[in-house]
C-alpha cells in the first residue's frame, strides 16, 4: 500500500470518509470538486492522488494557474460544522459560480 503525504495534494487538506453507498470519498477540503471513491481509504487516496494530477493537466491545458491552498499560518485547527445536504450543494453552487472554493466562500461569509 502506497502511503500520501502532504505534498502529494500540494499542501491542500485532504478528507475521507465513509459514503452512504458503502464506498470511501477521499476529495481535497478545499477543492472539493476534485475527489475520487475507492473500497478503502487508501485506494480512494490513490485514486485522488490520480485525480488530482489530471486535474492539474487541464488547468495547464487551459492556460490557467493551478489553485494553491491557503495559508496555514496561524490556523487553530479544523472547524466542522455538520450541515445537510441541501445546504452544502447551495454553497458548493454559490462557490462555484464565485469561482472560489467552497472553504474560502464559508470563510467569508463567517468573517
Not at 464506498?23 to 478503502?40: I, K, Q, R
Not at 491552498?69 to 441541501?86: I, K, T
Request: net charge negative.
Amino acid at each position: 500500500m502506497k502511503t500520501h503525504n502532504q505534498d502529494d495534494f500540494d499542501g491542500f487538506m485532504v478528507n475521507v470518509f465513509f459514503d452512504e453507498d458503502g464506498d470511501y470519498l477521499a476529495h481535497l477540503v478545499e477543492l472539493p470538486n476534485v475527489s475520487a471513491f475507492g473500497p478503502t481509504p487508501a485506494k480512494a487516496l490513490d485514486e485522488l492522488k490520480i485525480a488530482w494530477e489530471l486535474m492539474k493537466e487541464c488547468y495547464h491545458e487551459d492556460g490557467e494557474p493551478i489553485p494553491t491552498p491557503p495559508s496555514r499560518d496561524g490556523y487553530e485547527g479544523p472547524f466542522n460544522v455538520p450541515v445537510d445536504a441541501q445546504l452544502y450543494h447551495a454553497l458548493a453552487d454559490e462557490a462555484t459560480k464565485a469561482e472560489m472554493s467552497l472553504y474560502a466562500l464559508v470563510m467569508q461569509k463567517l468573517s
